[in-house]
C-alpha cells in the first residue's frame, strides 16, 4: 500500500520514536489511491468498526480520505511497535479520541484537511497534531476574545493586518493541538492559556510562564499549503528503548517530520 521509497520513511519513523520519544508523519491522501481502495486487504486491515464506517461515508472523496487517514496510523503505529499493520487494534475513546488498543503507553493523534493527513505518535506523554491551509484568514476582531489571552491580545493587536493573520493562524492550530493533547478540543477555553510570540512557550492568560518545559510546541509549513502545530508532552520518565511489540505491549519533541511517499 505503500509507495516506492516509503520503507525508508517507516524506518524513520520508527528511529525518531525509540530515540527521541515520537514521530509526527504526514502524507497527501491522494498519493495513496488507487491502490487502497482496490487492497483485498483493506477490510481486515481496518477492522470492523471502521469498515463499517468507511461504508457509511456519503462520497467517493470522503471514503477514501477516511481509509487512507486509518491506514496511516496503523502503519505510523506498526512502524514504531515493529509489528504489521493489520495487527494494530485502532480503538476510540467516547470523544472519538483515538487510540492504541493494548499499547496505552503509547498516544496517538489525528488531523486532516484538503488533501493532507498527519499523525502523531508519542511514547513519552501525550501528544496533539492540527492543521490548517496556510491561506486562510480569520477576522481578528471577531474571534479575539474568544481566542486569545489579554497578553495575546496586546501582541496581536500592534502588528499590520497581514501579519496579524497569519499570527493568528498559528496560534490557533497551537491551541487547536495543545487541546487535543489534553482531551478536551473544543470544550477547554482558548482564551485561558496563550503562547509566547512564536509558540515556543505555554503562558497564562496574563503572559507568565505556565509550565516548565514539559510542553514542546512547533508549527511548520507542510506541502507548501498548509501549516501544522504540534504539541508534545514528555512526562519526564525515560522509556523503554525497546519498542518491539513482544516488548513493549502491556510492558512496565517533535524532532523530525516525516513525509511519506517521498519528501514534500
Not at 163 to 178: G, I, P, S
Not at 192 to 212: I, K, M, N, V, Y
Amino acid at each position: 500500500m505503500l509507495a516506492s521509497g516509503a520503507d525508508e520513511a517507516w524506518s524513520r519513523v520508527r528511529q525518531s520514536v525509540a530515540w527521541h520519544g515520537h514521530a509526527v508523519v504526514y502524507a497527501d491522501w491522494r498519493d495513496w489511491l488507487p491502490r487502497v481502495l482496490e487492497d483485498a486487504d483493506l477490510r481486515p486491515m481496518l477492522g470492523s468498526r471502521d469498515w463499517q464506517r468507511l461504508r457509511g461515508l456519503p462520497d467517493p472523496e470522503s471514503r477514501s480520505r477516511f481509509a487512507v487517514s486509518r491506514l496511516l496510523m496503523r502503519c505510523t503505529a506498526g512502524a514504531a511497535l515493529q509489528a504489521p499493520p493489520g495487527s494494530i487494534d485502532l480503538a476510540y475513546k467516547p470523544g472519538g479520541r483515538p487510540y492504541l488498543r493494548g499499547c496505552d503507553q503509547i498516544d496517538v493523534s489525528l488531523s486532516h484537511t484538503g488533501e493532507l493527513i498527519v499523525v502523531g505518535l508519542n511514547r513519552r506523554g501525550r501528544i496533539g497534531v492540527d492543521t490548517e491551509v496556510a491561506s486562510r484568514r480569520i477576522r481578528y476582531a471577531s474571534v479575539e476574545r474568544q481566542l486569545c489571552t489579554p497578553d495575546e491580545r496586546a501582541l496581536l493587536g500592534g502588528l499590520p493586518e497581514a501579519e496579524r493573520e497569519r499570527e493568528l493562524l498559528r496560534v490557533w492550530t497551537l491551541k487547536e493541538a495543545y487541546t487535543k493533547a489534553l482531551g478536551q478540543g473544543m470544550r477547554m477555553g482558548f482564551n485561558q492559556f496563550g503562547f509566547s510570540r512564536g509558540g515556543e512557550s505555554l503562558l497564562t492568560p496574563d503572559g507568565r510562564p505556565a509550565s516548565r518545559g514539559e510542553w514542546s510546541f512547533a508549527t511548520f509549513e507542510v506541502l507548501g499549503t498548509y501549516l501544522l502545530s504540534v504539541a508534545c508532552h514528555d512526562v519526564g520518565l525515560e522509556g523503554a528503548g525497546d519498542l518491539a511489540v513482544g516488548t513493549m505491549l502491556d510492558a512496565a519533541f517533535v524532532h523530525e517530520i516525516v513525509g511519506l511517499l517521498g519528501e514534500k
